[in-house]
């Protein structure tokens, strides 16, 4: 049987894809939990009633959240059962809740998602789980329903690690998109019509993900297969942030981003400016 707790933005739709598959939910909000029951997945009155579940998904606001969950589910669950942590927390928090765990049999995993809540209602989130390769395996039927991708990161606390890493770049590319609105703003491009094109175009070629394609940072060898083509990309990215550097120095807009890209793009690639 699977569990879920948190039926918040994420947690309800993720539970509400498990609803076929005998999943008992529970929240603090009973009218949270009653919704999923109407769509056919069993309720808890009592976070302790979870228990009987052998997967455990968390999706709850933050660490403590998490401890509290884990304090009393821990000494209840059967030996063997997982508990997989969804919120977006600290990574220690799962590797401390992992050794907590031990004693009673339990595995705990962390295994954060990415796809935001249209990933979640869609049922195609992205999830990064840390934990042994048993407990990932026991994971991964009760993961499918919500998911389309689940990738087993490592250890327990990789999920967390990869997840941080994955929103650095998503974030910092929001910081990005700001700036670049600011300079077609500025130039007197729409910002509506210049978003259709960066949405399409991302769409076609992956946008910041299409590069992340090595194995290890570092400078590349001549004869790495993906060296010519990343010294071509830099030709391409130091000649376009020259001009939109230029322009946005005619225009007065100012493009910190733009210029700590043209200063770091040889090491982001790997490969040396001529």
């Given at each position: 049987?699977?569990?879920?707790?948190?039926?918040?933005?994420?947690?309800?739709?993720?539970?509400?894809?498990?609803?076929?598959?005998g999943v008992i939910v529970y929240d603090v909000r009973p009218e949270a939990v009653q919704e999923l029951v109407d769509k056919g997945a069993r309720g808890a009155r009592r976070l302790e009633d979870v228990a009987e579940?052998?997967?455990?998904?968390?999706?709850?606001?933050?660490?403590?959240?998490?401890?509290e969950v884990c304090a009393v589910l821990l000494p209840l669950l059967s030996p063997g059962s997982?508990?997989?942590?969804?919120?977006?927390?600290?990574?220690?928090?799962?590797?401390?809740?992992?050794?907590?765990?031990?004693?009673?049999?339990?595995?705990?995993?962390?295994?954060?998602?990415?796809?935001?809540?249209?990933g979640a209602h869609q049922g195609d989130l992205a999830v990064m789980v840390g934990g042994s390769k048993e407990a990932f395996a026991r994971c991964q039927e009760a993961f499918a329903p919500w998911s389309g991708l689940t990738v087993h990161m490592g250890p327990v606390g990789a999920g967390t690690h990869?997840?941080?890493?994955?929103?650095?770049?998503?974030?910092?590319?929001?910081?990005?998109?700001g700036e670049a609105q600011r300079l077609a703003e500025a130039a007197g491009v729409s910002l509506r019509r210049l978003a259709r094109v960066v949405r399409h175009s991302d769409g076609i070629t992956g946008g910041p993900g299409s590069i992340m394609l090595r194995s290890e940072t570092g400078p590349l060898a001549a004869?790495?297969?993906?060296?010519?083509?990343?010294?071509?990309?830099?030709?391409?990215?130091?000649?376009?942030?020259?001009?939109?550097?230029?322009?946005?120095?005619?225009?007065?807009v100012?493009?910190?981003?733009?210029?700590?890209?043209?200063?770091?793009?040889?090491?982001?690639?790997?490969?040396?400016?001529d």
């Open positions: 049987m699977i569990g879920f707790v948190g039926l918040g933005q994420m947690g309800a739709p993720m539970a509400g894809h498990l609803a076929e598959h579940a052998d997967v455990v998904g968390l999706m709850v606001r933050d660490d403590a959240q998490v401890r997982v508990i997989a942590i969804h919120s977006t927390v600290r990574a220690q928090t799962a590797v401390e809740l992992a050794a907590e765990a031990e004693p009673y049999g339990v595995e705990v995993v962390d295994a954060p998602v990415s796809g935001s809540f249209m990869a997840k941080l890493a994955r929103n650095l770049l998503h974030f910092v590319a929001f910081t990005a998109a004869d790495d297969p993906l060296h010519d083509v990343f010294t071509h990309v830099l030709a391409l990215g130091d000649k376009d942030l020259a001009l939109a550097r230029e322009l946005a120095g005619e225009l007065g100012a493009t910190p981003l733009a210029e700590l890209a043209a200063e770091l793009l040889p090491e982001s690639l790997g490969v040396p400016r």
